[in-house]
C-alpha cells in the first residue's frame, strides 16, 4: 500500500515538474516575442491588429476587428488610439453606415507588420532549432489535449 502512494506522489510530482516547465517555456518564448516585436516598435496586441488589418485588404470595421482579435469593442479602440497615434492605422468612414468607423492600415503599418512577422519567424525558428530532436507532431498532440 505504501508502495502505491510513492508511486503516485512520484508520478504527481514529475507532472508537476512537466507543468512548472512548460509554463517557463511559455514564458521565456513571450519574453522572446516581446523583445523581438518591441525592436520593430510592436506588441503581439499591435501585430495581430495590423495582421488582421493587411489580410482582410480592405478597411475594417472596429467591430469586426474587435472580433477577429478577439478581444472587446473597447479594447479595440484604445488598441486603433495606439496604432493611429504611431501612424500604423487611419480611421475611415464607413460608407454603408455613417454612425460607424473602419481601421484602414497605413504604408507604414504594412511595413511594420511585415517586419513585425518577419520577428516572429525568427523566434519560431530558434524555438524549432531549441526543439529540433522533439516529435513535434508528439508534442502537437499532447499540448493539444490541455484545451
Known amino acids: 500500500m505504501n508502495k502505491?502512494?510513492?508511486?503516485?506522489?512520484?508520478?504527481?510530482?514529475?507532472?508537476?515538474?512537466?507543468?512548472?516547465?512548460l509554463m517557463q517555456a511559455a514564458h521565456a518564448v513571450e519574453s522572446q516575442l516581446e523583445e523581438a516585436l518591441a525592436q520593430v516598435e510592436l506588441s503581439g496586441a499591435k501585430l495581430a491588429a495590423l495582421t488582421q488589418l493587411v489580410e482582410a485588404g480592405e478597411p475594417v470595421a472596429l467591430g469586426e476587428l474587435a472580433a477577429r482579435c478577439?478581444?472587446?469593442?473597447?479594447?479595440i479602440t484604445q488598441l486603433v488610439d495606439r496604432?493611429?497615434?504611431d501612424k500604423l492605422v487611419r480611421?475611415?468612414?464607413?460608407a454603408a453606415d455613417r454612425r460607424s468607423l473602419r481601421a484602414a492600415i497605413t504604408p507604414l503599418g504594412r511595413e511594420r507588420q511585415a517586419a513585425g512577422a518577419k520577428k516572429v519567424d525568427e523566434v519560431r525558428r530558434k524555438l524549432g532549432k531549441a526543439l529540433g530532436a522533439i516529435d513535434h507532431a508528439a508534442l502537437k498532440r499532447a499540448l493539444s489535449d490541455l484545451d
Open 70 to 75: 478577439a478581444c472587446v469593442r473597447s479594447n
Open 91 to 94: 480611421r475611415v468612414d464607413d
Open 4 to 21: 502505491r502512494r510513492a508511486a503516485r506522489r512520484r508520478g504527481l510530482a514529475a507532472s508537476d515538474d512537466v507543468m512548472w516547465s
Open 83 to 85: 496604432l493611429e497615434a
